[in-house]
């Protein structure tokens, strides 16, 4: 059971640099998300599709942009990164909106 | 204002001991709750939740209390093992326009089980 698949699990890149992290699931969820998880903070939403074809910015969108590709798989992408972009960052499913996330392992980014 | 607070960065316990996690929140529209762990290296996986509705939930050792009155919630675990050892997060939905559903998490408490 693989359930959300986050690539890569580590990453180090330089400042200005583009990257995109990628994300599927197998569970036919219509709801994916993008968090980040910051030393001594919750997790802060970044981006969210509520279903197939549709994202929104979630709660600090500033920095990134999303495709949700199919039902399975939702990217999150740096187009110029940042050191303050330098976190760890989750992909999440659902069936629904309110229903409880399935989530990845994470991607370690650095960014220097 | 939509907020969900754990107060408590951290928590040590000893084995066998009960652990009480708490978390307290704002927004008195909040229609449930979730507790969320989280190991090192791993992404939060799924625990307990709890509807509005209720003021207990439990699942085998692990027990969620909600006085809605006081605005808290609370996660019990009993008895406390070394591998519970890990970050709880608590989470509720949001619930403004555009945003519902979208999950509202505390900074997290850091259980430490000592054997």
């Known amino acids: 059971n693989a359930g959300v698949t986050q690539t890569p699990k580590f990453q180090v890149l330089k400042t200005g640099q583009s990257m995109t992290l990628q994300c599927a699931q197998d569970m036919n969820h219509n709801s994916m998300y993008w968090y980040r998880q910051d030393p001594g903070m919750g997790l802060r939403l970044i981006y969210y599709s509520a279903s197939e074809g549709t994202t929104d910015k979630g709660e600090v969108p500033n920095g990134y942009n999303v495709s949700r590709l199919n039902k399975r798989e939702f990217s999150l992408r740096l187009e110029s990164a940042a050191p303050s972009q330098t976190s760890v960052y989750f992909c999440?499913?659902?069936?629904?909106?309110?229903?409880?996330?399935?989530f990845g392992d994470g991607t370690r980014l650095s960014i220097l | 204002d939509q907020q969900v607070k754990q107060n408590s960065p951290s928590l040590s316990v000893q084995e066998g001991r009960i652990s009480i996690l708490n978390c307290d929140y704002t927004n008195s529209m909040f229609d449930y709750f979730l507790w969320y762990k989280k190991y090192p290296a791993e992404g939060p996986t799924f625990l307990i939740s709890?509807?509005?509705?209720?003021d207990k939930n439990e699942d085998g050792r692990f027990t969620v209390f909600l006085n809605k009155s006081a605005k808290h919630l609370s996660l019990h675990i009993v008895p406390s093992q070394p591998g519970d050892s890990a970050v709880y997060f608590c989470a509720a939905p949001a619930t403004y326009r555009g945003s519902q559903g979208n999950l509202i998490f505390g900074k997290g408490t850091k259980l430490s089980v000592k054997p």
């Open positions: 999440a499913s659902s069936p629904t909106r309110n229903q409880p996330q399935h």
């Open positions: 709890i509807s509005s509705i209720k």
